[in-house]
């Protein structure tokens, strides 16, 4: 499979917008750290600024990043924005992942 870094939806860069994250001087900083009840859980947070060693995806104004470290674990993922009766929240399909937990959160490679 060719690796290629992650995309990002319309829906995610139409909900930064949403939020206001740009005007607020915000990026979305999208990494995975060890830990969860799956081993490697990923962390979505807004943060003030990309650093220098950041993949750095933007549209409309609005910008998401991933660190260096982060990245191999979300080759060919897709960061979405999803809608649901229990809530809404920015999601992560990531073909790497060799299984998750219920929440989504957390994941295996």
């Known amino acids: 499979m060719l690796t290629l870094p992650p995309k990002v939806t319309e829906r995610a860069f139409a909900r930064l917008a ?10 979305l900083r999208v990494a995975v750290e060890g830990g969860g009840c799956s081993g490697f859980q990923y962390q979505i947070d ?19 990043v991933v660190d260096s470290v982060s990245l191999p674990f979300l080759a060919n993922a897709v960061i979405d924005f999803s809608e649901e009766l229990i809530g809404a929240r920015f999601v992560i399909d990531n ?3 060799t299984s998750s937990c219920g929440c989504g959160t957390s994941f295996s490679i």
């Open 18 to 27: 949403e939020i206001g994250a740009a005007r607020d001087g915000k990026v």
């Open 46 to 64: 807004l943060d003030e600024a990309s650093s220098d060693d950041d993949l750095v995806l933007s549209d409309g104004g609005e910008t998401v």
């Open 95 to 97: 073909p790497n992942a």
